[in-house]
């Protein structure tokens, strides 16, 4: 395996040379988006084609930190996503992204089609009001994405418990008593209610004299209850246990300039991708601190909604969701939305360096595992760069699986008596059923550079027959540089 890495490296000159596999770029799910490629034993470079059917299910890319995994296939897939004329919303982890996929746009010919959202910029979402005025909205939705809202700021200490149906009883009274009362729909008006005890009178003093029908009037009377019994004389523990959980949230978004994006009006939507528009959330934690995170997955989940919102019409115009250091930005239903998004065209690319780092970020060892199981699942197409993180090469190899594979043995007898003719011994081979690929071999792949000819080299696995070796995965590389 090491010689034929470095046959790739030293033959890989560009997609404009070696074979395809197919002969028509296809139309439909059947489209190409771009072709892997790989060699055979001989170094002759083979085209594997990817086509919108493998892309919908969504990618995972795995990499230690300097493998290549973003400037190898993740640039790759970016560029190829971007030259197929899709829009798309990118999170920002690092401070350096916006400019980076700022310039793989231009390099696509596609410069114009980004918008930045930055916090000193022009561009606004109230992603609450903004739910609250599609078909069919209710209050349970909202107070849902709310909820997963939260998820990235608790990590490990995740957990269904008590605290959270109580969040869940606050929230669905503040939304609806902020939707009664006619009022738009933000965040800092949820944690004033949360804060100022007499917060709640004015608003249900506006709904009150609203034209409401009868079952609105019940819900009026429900709210009333709430914050006027049940709000005002909950013990105080019990009360600091709710805004802890819910002001990690509320407070960074409603103040500043995160409250100017979030909480006035709207300049742009996740709809927007539909049409082409590249969305760059250029909010990374390093320089906004948990702010920028809560502003990448409000975005993540407006995003996620809005493309389920439009179910099958998204064929013809699939747009993507980017994230490189996805554990930042991963909540428990990102797995249910890759299996549903395919009909409705939305792609999503995550990024991560190892699957421990997941585990922690989706509720800890035993429920993170579970979680980021299912989303690995769902993603039919997975690319592993070099690592020397054990969980995530042990997940690897494991995925690949097993054959029967022929193993030398040698024996030795010694005979130590007196007078005897010394001792005897022997070789043979067996087959045993054994892994494909050992941990080790992901520490030899290329991860880019001068000294490998700016080539990263990679683990693809797609869930189909790959050429040349008609295997489930193949090695496979990428250029850094055009």
């Known amino acids: 395996m090491i010689a034929l890495i470095k046959k790739i490296i030293a033959f890989l000159a560009g997609p404009s040379e070696g074979k395809s596999s197919v002969s028509s770029p296809g139309t439909g799910l059947e489209r190409k988006i771009m072709d892997f490629w790989t060699a055979d034993d001989r170094g002759n470079k083979i085209a594997i084609p990817w086509t919108l059917r493998d892309a919908l299910p969504g990618v995972f890319i795995f990499g230690k930190p300097g493998s290549g995994k973003t400037s ?3 640039r790759t897939i970016a560029q190829a996503l971007l030259k197929e004329g899709m829009g798309g919303v990118v999170l920002c982890a690092k401070t350096s992204e916006a400019d980076e996929w700022t310039g793989w746009a231009n390099e696509a010919g596609r410069g114009g089609d980004v918008v930045r959202v930055t916090a000193d910029g022009v561009h606004r979402f109230n992603v609450l009001d903004y739910e609250n005025k599609q078909s069919g909205a209710s209050t349970i939705s909202i107070v ?29 009274n503040a939304i609806d008593l902020i939707r009664l009362a006619g009022e738009t729909i933000k965040l800092e008006t949820i944690l004033l209610l949360i804060q100022d005890p007499k917060a709640w009178r004015p608003l249900e003093e506006l709904a009150s004299v609203r034209e409401l029908t009868e079952s609105q009037r019940k819900d009026l009377a429900i709210c009333a209850h709430y914050w006027g019994d ?29 409250r100017e994006l979030f909480s006035t009006n709207t300049t742009i939507t996740p709809e927007a991708t539909f049409d082409g528009t590249i969305i760059i959330i250029d909010l990374p934690e390093k320089s906004h601190d948990i702010g920028g995170k809560l ?4 975005w993540k989940l407006a995003w996620q909604r809005a493309v389920l919102r439009r179910g099958n019409a998204g064929e013809e115009k699939p747009t993507f969701m980017w994230a490189d250091e996805f554990q930042n930005f991963a909540t428990s239903k990102d797995a249910k939305f890759c299996l549903e998004s395919r009909s409705a065209g939305g792609i999503s690319v995550m990024l991560t360096q190892a699957i421990p780092g997941l585990w922690s970020a989706m509720g800890g060892r035993d429920k993170g595992q579970a979680a980021a199981d299912l989303l690995f699942g769902s993603c039919s197409t997975k690319i592993f760069c070099q690592n ?26 010694y005979n130590f008596n007196q007078g005897s003719g010394g001792g005897g011994g022997g070789r043979g ?40 070796n008609s295997e489930m995965f193949t090695l496979t590389a990428f250029k850094q540089k055009n």
Request: net charge negative; with cysteine; glycine share 6%.
């Open 144 to 172: 849902a994405m709310l909820m997963l809202l939260s998820e990235p700021t608790r990590g490990a200490d995740r957990k269904e418990d008590e605290w959270h149906g109580m969040c869940v009883t606050l929230l669905t």
């Open 388 to 413: 020397d993180d054990r969980e995530t090469n042990k997940y690897a190899k494991e995925l690949i699986g097993r054959r029967l594979q022929m193993r030398e043995n040698q024996s030795t007898n």
């Open 72 to 74: 190898g296939p993740g």
């Open 295 to 298: 502003a990448a997955v409000f």
């Open 230 to 258: 049940e709000w005002e004389t909950m013990p105080e523990k019990i009360k600091a246990s709710i805004k802890a959980t819910l002001n990690p949230i509320l407070s960074p978004l409603s103040r500043g300039d995160l």
């Open 429 to 468: 081979a067996s087959e045993q059923m054994d892994f494909i690929i050992e941990d080790n071999y992901f520490l030899s792949l290329a991860c880019g550079g001068p000294k490998n000819n700016s080539v990263v080299t990679a683990l693809l696995y797609t869930g189909n027959v790959l050429a040349p």
